[in-house]
């Protein structure tokens, strides 16, 4: 099945400063998704991203669908940024899978 | 709007005992999903549905089974609990193929 791998797999940051995270996937996809897992254990679903980049206030992301990669850039971090991020992807198939395979996560510690 | 509910929160189950997990979805999404969260795993799809009436096996489907009676509701059963199914189980669903995926907010099952 299709590998996805993220890193780095910990990161810890000074509020106020910028990351990115990075998701690599072994196949071609028609579906990629971000999402942050807080310390209270909910997932909220960040970014629908396949292709192209996308922004959301601090948040922006990018896809490189033919290099297989997506990038999650996160300024001026806030404590509550803290969590998990994951990527999930699915992989092209012709017909739709509905098979979302996640990757393990980059793990965010912002501290004030 | 509640967005995906799910029912309980937490459950302990001794060895061999069954229990049903409810998820419901107040967004007229036609597609529901259960996954299993394990430490240093990520997120594993048991059993998903792509409309009322139809089931269908995820990557981790064996010990698991599930009915989707309603359109709003999933439902996902053990019949015979065993430790190996201890986790953190989130459901989740979908307006459509290739949309953005909205997380419940989890159950933490342990089984001894």
């Known amino acids: 099945g299709i590998q996805v791998e993220q890193s780095p797999p910990d990161l810890i940051l000074q509020e106020g400063a910028n990351s990115t995270l990075r998701c690599n996937f072994s196949d071609s996809v028609n579906n990629l998704q971000w999402f942050h897992q807080n310390p209270w254990g909910q997932l909220i679903n960040l970014f629908y991203i396949p292709s192209g980049t996308k922004q959301n206030g601090r948040l922006s992301a990018t896809t490189v669908a033919t290099e297989r990669y997506s990038l999650l850039y996160i300024s001026s971090s806030q404590t509550t940024d803290s969590g998990v991020y994951f990527c999930?992807?699915?992989?092209?198939?012709?017909?739709?899978?509905?098979?979302?395979?996640f990757g393990k996560g980059t793990k965010l510690s912002v501290i004030p | 709007n509640a967005g995906v509910t799910q029912t309980p929160k937490f459950r302990v189950l001794k060895t061999g005992q069954s229990m049903t997990l409810l998820c419901a979805q107040d967004?007229?999404?036609?597609?529901m999903y259960w996954y299993r969260q394990d430490p240093g795993m990520g997120l594993r799809l048991i059993h998903y549905?792509?409309?009322?009436?139809?089931?269908a096996k995820g990557e981790v489907p064996d010990g698991y089974n599930v009915s989707r009676l309603k359109k709003q509701n999933f439902l996902l059963g053990l019949e015979s609990a065993a430790p190996s199914q201890t986790s953190v189980y989130f459901c989740a669903s979908s307006y459509g193929y290739n949309s953005p995926l909205h997380f419940g907010n989890g159950t933490r099952l342990t089984v001894t």
């Open positions: 549905s792509v409309g009322e009436g139809t089931t």
């Open positions: 999930a992807v699915e992989p092209y198939s012709g017909a739709g899978s509905y098979q979302l395979t």
């Open positions: 967004m007229n999404h036609e597609y």
